[in-house]
């Protein structure tokens, strides 16, 4: 009753598709999400494939609860080898997509191969089409999904715009306009597939068993934890409440990581966004509804949620908040990550202001800023070379030392000399930099462990892991904080069996093993579990963390001691002993 | 002595609704932590307090006159 047990197989050479098990050994082993569709990829995909070529594999992967009433179980993970990094890539969407899939009768959806044409995966129960996208190809996410609805109706899509089309590595999945499947460059797969867009639509159902104890059940549940004031945050305010904890605590990225305080920082916080807020925006079975739909004179979005915030204002010297929602709508429409696209212009202005290499434009202006999303998306003018994230330019123009990225990954929303763990959980996250992965925040700088050091940093850093990576196996939205206990119960409502809390864990534990040894097989090891100089060097400028930097030693202390408690060995490569325990 | 309180977010529902209120304390002095006892707010909730902007213990005295904002737990990011 969690899964249908069946597998869409899409294959864009031939035209065709068909229905196969789901692997119900390695739905044991990796229960959903993140976890199984990393199984699905490790074990499919030759090591040292192009992501961008037509051996490359996309997969759509819901999770045992999906599509139930399970609180904040809405979610799709959407994985592949990333075209950034060439790592492992799994990304989350929320929305209503997942939910759809699986009453229409699937786990899960593999796509193989590349079409000849532009086309996009139409799927409604068991009727299965590709149809052309010729017409949609040059459009936005935005036009797409309403030319879509217009032919399908009642579907649910996702679609990827210009970026995407044109290989961004900074190319992102959106869904119902506004949500994202955002990292690595996930849009690009789709784009080197000439895959456009995916719709689908479900009639189908899933058996409850013994409707009033789950019910009964799920409703406690949410009253009790997830709609308790632990998480509410999400309801009254959303994400761009962390904006005023990062400016308290000194970690608000501001002028391309240069500062952790910004000056600006009250026009573009939680009190300024619920000042041009109109609506609350919620995904499938989720009663926290952090989306918070804006709309100025100008301009509307839903969001901005904090990462856009952090890398798009403060982070490019911008205090404008109707100019950021612009940006972030610009974004979404051709579907842009908000944290790499922010980051590009921001090193795009410290180039320029340094006289490393011109592209016209400084900290603070506004009207080349909302120029930028057009630029790169259609590769066009400074966009040429923007188009590729900081790695690429820093690689063709200079200024390595404060390109901030890790593993060709921008880097999220929180100053790592303002929270060491953070610094830590950046160098180590599987597809690069991520704040996902690991966010110690509010531990550290929000929190009361000493955020400059690196004492007990590794510990608290493979426990988020291990606990994020068995959340968004199951899935369950980041946003509601439930333990390992909670999980357990809800999971053990639908798999037909009790499973505990310590089973999660060791679940969490393996899902992570295998995308480090998925990027082992690619080259990867401690050498790039490193982050930019500028963290090691440059100290920070104002407020509360004026005059900070981390040490490199303290890093590799860090780096050290997390090699060791994950039972790798010093060059962070896993242990035939480590693979043997967890059955790798 | 008088303060200013901001219970921001779902904390708010502690206050008289609007996150930000004036507040009569029947003391010379107070603990931040006496103070959220005095408006039943629970400490699991609560992320930090801030004295006129600056991330305070538990235990700090407040004077009269001090701007107190109260912020949540978040999660994710």
Redesign the interface.
């Known amino acids: 009753m969690a899964y249908t047990g069946k597998v869409l197989r899409v294959n864009l050479n031939t035209g065709s598709a068909k229905t196969e098990e789901l692997n119900k050994q390695w739905a044991d082993e990796y229960l959903g999400g993140k976890g199984l569709a990393i199984k699905y990829l490790y074990e499919e995909l030759q090591p040292g494939v192009d992501p961008w070529s037509e051996d490359n594999k996309l997969i759509l992967m819901t999770g045992p609860l999906t599509g139930t009433i399970a609180p904040n179980s809405g979610k799709l993970a959407v994985a592949a080898k990333s075209p950034a990094t060439g790592t492992i890539l799994d990304c989350s969407i929320g929305g209503h997509f997942a939910p759809q899939l699986k009453y229409a009768g699937y786990d899960a959806v593999i796509i193989e191969g590349k079409a000849k044409m532009p086309v996009y995966l139409y799927i409604e129960d068991d009727k299965v089409e590709l149809r052309s996208a010729e017409a949609l190809w040059g459009q936005g996410a935005h036009e797409t999904e309403h030319t879509i609805a217009e032919s399908l109706g009642d579907v649910v899509t996702l679609a990827i715009g210009q970026a995407g089309e044109n290989l961004l590595p900074i190319a992102c999945i959106s869904s119902e306009l506004y949500r994202q499947a955002g990292r690595g460059g996930i849009g690009s797969v789709m784009g080197s597939k000439n895959l456009k867009a995916i719709s689908v639509r479900g009639t189908g159902g899933l058996d409850a068993p013994d409707i009033r104890k789950v019910s009964t059940a799920l409703n406690k549940i949410k009253k009790e934890d997830t709609m308790?004031?632990?998480?509410?945050?999400?309801?009254?305010?959303g994400?761009p409440?962390?904006v005023?904890?990062s400016q308290?605590?000194g970690i608000l990225p501001t002028r391309n990581f240069q500062d952790g305080s910004f000056e600006g920082y009250k026009k573009i916080d939680?009190e300024a966004v619920k000042g041009v807020l109109k609506a609350k925006k919620a995904c499938f079975a989720c009663p926290l509804a952090c989306g918070n739909y804006v709309e100025t004179g100008k301009t509307m979005v839903e969001g901005p949620e904090?990462?856009t915030i952090a890398l798009c204002s403060s982070n490019c010297g911008i205090d404008d908040l109707e100019a950021l929602i612009e940006f972030n709508r610009l974004c979404d429409d051709y579907c842009l990550d908000t944290i790499s696209a922010g980051s590009t212009v921001a090193f795009a202005m410290e180039l320029t202001e340094k006289g490393i290499h011109d592209f016209g434009i400084r900290f603070g202006d506004v009207e080349k800023f909302l120029q930028m999303p057009g630029l790169m998306s259609r590769r066009e003018g400074v966009g040429a070379d923007l188009a590729d994230g900081v790695a690429a330019v820093a690689e063709k123009y200079g200024g390595e030392d404060f390109a901030m990225h890790v593993k060709k990954l921008e880097i999220?929303?929180?100053e790592p000399r303002g929270s060491f763990g953070m610094g830590l959980a950046y160098g180590t996250a599987d597809r690069g930099a991520c704040?996902?992965r690991a966010?110690p925040?509010?531990l550290e700088a929000?929190?009361d462990m000493d955020p400059f050091t690196s004492e007990g940093k590794a510990e608290m850093v493979v426990e988020m892991q291990d606990d994020n990576a068995v959340k968004f196996s199951a899935i369950f939205?980041?946003?509601?904080?439930l333990s390992t206990e909670r999980m357990a119960e809800v999971l053990s409502l639908f798999i037909g069996r009790e499973i505990t809390a310590d089973e999660l864990t060791e679940i969490g534990e393996r899902v992570y093993n295998l995308s480090r040894l998925f990027n082992e097989r690619e080259g990867f090891d401690r050498k790039d579990d490193y982050l930019p100089k500028r963290i090691y060097n440059d100290k920070l400028l104002s407020g509360k963390t004026e005059g900070k930097l981390m040490p490199l030693e303290e890093y590799e202390k860090m780096l050290s001691e997390y090699y060791k408690i994950r039972g790798w060995d010093e060059d962070g490569k896993i242990t035939e002993a480590k693979k043997k325990e967890l059955g790798l | 002595m008088r303060i200013t309180i901001k219970l921001?977010?779902?904390?708010?529902k502690y206050g008289p609704g609007e996150e930000k209120f004036e507040y009569n304390i029947n003391s010379s002095s107070c603990t931040i932590e006496e103070l959220l006892n005095m408006l039943n707010v629970?400490t699991?909730?609560v992320?930090?307090v801030?004295v006129d902007?600056n991330?305070v213990k538990m235990d700090t005295e407040l004077r009269g006159g001090e701007i107190v904002t109260v912020?949540?737990?978040?999660?994710?990011?």
């Open positions: 308790d004031d632990e998480n509410m945050w999400a309801y009254s305010d994400t409440m962390i005023e904890l308290e605590a939680s904090y990462e999220p929303g929180y704040h996902l966010w925040p509010p929000f929190g939205c980041d946003f509601w904080a | 921001r977010g779902p904390l708010s629970p699991s909730p992320l930090f801030t902007g991330k912020y949540p737990k978040v999660a994710g990011g």
